[in-house]
């Protein structure tokens, strides 16, 4: 397949969000032919999965999403022109942009802590096993984390990162934003709770804690829980 074109019969038509039935629609995006070939061919023995296009730099990104409307976008870290940091990047600031999930060799990687912060879902190692990656995309088009605040916590702590002066301001600030009881909730996802372990700790319903969290992400803007985490690490409770 060429590294810019793609299926264009199956788009999931992102701005209006996916039917129930629909596929989920995967855009894949690596420079190495060799892992979007492999990729393409695992996903696309899937029939919830339909893998819309494949581009070999992030230079490639915008039109292919605006050509597709792909529900996740595979990225690759490295690559010669557009890399995947600066690819998430402009995706993310998109109105009702795709997901993103960050491919790299590395457990512990500074790009990927970055492209965390900018909003990327998560990250998956490229050995990882087929039916983890499939299970990865499902999970992510249902709105579910595929990284642990633990593990990015583990991930700050390889990279050595620590939040410099004004990061720790703007994170203090946006905890500030919320009630105290949605201060509770973000900690908690800050310590790696899930719904049920945060509901059991603060005494809420499930449901509750969900809309918790849902009004969190707006309150601070932020995109999904792995920036709750952060925030809350960067404000100095992790």
Do not use: C, W, Y
């Amino acid at each position: 397949m060429n590294s810019a074109t793609g299926s264009t019969g199956h788009s999931t038509g992102r701005s209006g969000g996916r039917s129930g039935g629909s596929p989920i629609g995967v855009l894949i995006v690596d420079d190495d032919a060799l892992v979007r070939a492999g990729l393409s061919m695992i996903l696309g023995g899937v029939p919830e999965i339909a893998v819309l296009g494949e581009a070999a730099d992030g230079d490639e990104v915008p039109a292919l999403v605006e050509r597709h409307r792909p529900d996740i976008v595979l990225m690759d870290i490295r690559m010669p022109k557009v890399d995947g940091l600066s690819a998430t990047e402009r995706l993310r600031a998109r109105p009702r942009p795709p997901e993103v999930v960050i491919l790299t060799t590395f457990h512990a990687d500074a790009q990927v802590l970055r492209a965390l912060r900018a909003g990327a879902a998560g990250f998956l190692l490229k050995d990882t096993p087929p039916g983890e990656l499939v299970g990865a995309i499902r999970r992510v088009a249902e709105g579910e984390p595929i990284l642990s605040p633990a593990v990015t916590r583990q991930l700050i702590s390889h990279v050595a990162d620590s939040a410099p002066g004004d990061r720790q301001g703007r994170a203090r600030a946006l905890l500030d934003r919320l009630s105290e009881r949605e201060v509770e909730v973000a900690l908690a996802v800050g310590r790696g709770g899930s719904n049920a372990e945060i509901a059991a700790e603060l005494f809420m319903s499930v449901a509750t804690v969900k809309a918790h969290v849902s009004r969190i992400l707006t309150k601070m803007e932020l995109n999904n829980r792995v920036q709750i985490a952060l925030t809350v690490h960067d404000a100095g409770h992790g």
